[in-house]
């Protein structure tokens, strides 16, 4: 079984930068897709970025792109969200998760492996 946990949210100012992190347990993801999905207060849940198994190809939500950084570090079983130049919409839980494919892209219904979230609230 997996478990992802992930950290690194806060409270900051219109833009700040924050990293976020998310640790993996229980078997290695080398080689799995991962990603990164948000949920605003009273939205749906979306997806906000997402890697390749060997950290070469990423794809990333416009709202996103130009901002935002994933990347992952295989050896140490952890994903990473660089987070600059953040707005207040982008004020949400953040998930992490993992897809057994090597690469999953924005389609939820692919990743099977989920953390708890971790909150990031930016202030205006």
């Known amino acids: 079984q997996v478990q992802l946990v992930e950290s690194g949210g806060g409270l900051v100012q219109a833009g700040d930068s924050l990293r976020l992190s998310c640790a993996a347990s229980g078997r290695t993801l080398s080689g799995y897709g991962m990603g990164w999905f948000r949920q605003a207060p009273g939205k749906e849940r979306e997806f906000a970025a997402a890697?390749?198994?060997?950290?070469?190809?990423?794809y990333y939500q416009d709202s996103v792109k130009g901002r935002f950084t994933i990347s992952r570090d295989n050896a140490k079983g952890t994903l990473y969200l660089q987070m600059n130049s953040l707005k207040p919409e982008d004020t949400a839980v953040y998930y992490c998760t993992a897809c057994r494919s090597s690469f999953c892209s924005a389609y939820a219904t692919l990743y099977e492996w989920w953390g708890q979230g971790t909150q990031v609230t930016v202030s205006s």
């Open positions: 890697i390749n198994g060997i950290g070469g190809v990423t």
